[in-house]
Structures are given as structure tokens and as C-alpha cells.
Nanobody, 126 residues
């Protein structure tokens, strides 16, 4: 089981940028993100949680929302056990609570993921 902690959310004006971080920790000696897929999910007010992007243990990247393609980029720093979501040209419809989650393989389905962070709020508003 992984412990995931998100950070980097906040209030930003439309057109602005934020970088979310998801730091992963485990009690297992020799833990590495090489064996885990990390996904980013978003839950907008009054809506269900949806998959945004995922990066596999091998570094393959997936983007599941057409509305964020070209604006959001997922990456990871294995040395820091941290996955990032760089969000540029933010729009009001990007507002929501962003969660990271971990499992063996990438998927846009939240039920595929076993371990979750507590979420970080992103608000895009002028």
C-alpha cells in the first residue's frame, strides 16, 4: 500500500498555470515508482470524479480528457518518488479537487486504483 500526498493546488486566474505534485511513500524497502502507475483524477463541483492523465511505471503517458490535451502534462521524478501534473492555460472548467492514485497499470477508471491521496483544490477564477 502506498501513501500519496498531493500539493500545489490553489486559486489561479484563467490563463494561469499550476503544477500539482503527488509524493508517494511506502514502508517497503527499495520502493520505487518503476512498479506503479500514478493517475491524476479530478472531481468538479457536483460531478463525478474523472480520470485526467496517467503515467505508467515505465514512463508511458496517457491523457484521457480531450479538454486538457495540449495544456496538461504529466511527468515524474523517480528520485523524489513524485509525479507532477503541469497545468497551463487554465480555464474555469478545470476547477475541482485533484487526486492522485496508484495501482499496477494505468486506467481512466477510478475503480482500477487502490491507493488514493487526500486531494488538492484547484480553483480557476477571475
Amino acid at each position: 500500500q502506498l501513501q500519496l500526498v498531493e500539493s500545489g493546488g490553489g486559486l489561479v486566474q484563467p490563463g494561469g498555470s499550476l503544477r500539482l505534485s503527488c509524493n508517494a511513500a511506502s514502508g517497503f524497502t527499495g520502493f520505487t515508482l518503476d512498479y506503479y502507475a500514478i493517475g491524476w483524477f479530478r472531481q468538479a463541483p457536483g460531478k463525478e470524479r474523472e480520470g485526467i492523465s496517467c503515467i505508467s511505471g515505465r514512463g508511458e503517458r496517457f491523457v484521457y480528457k480531450d479538454s486538457v490535451k495540449g495544456r496538461f502534462t504529466i511527468s515524474k521524478d523517480k528520485a523524489k518518488n513524485t509525479v507532477y501534473l503541469q497545468m497551463n492555460n487554465l480555464k474555469p472548467e478545470d476547477t475541482g479537487v485533484y487526486y492522485c492514485a496508484a495501482d499496477n497499470i494505468c486506467s481512466k477508471r477510478e475503480y482500477s486504483f487502490e491507493d488514493w491521496g487526500q486531494g488538492t483544490q484547484v480553483t480557476v477564477s477571475s
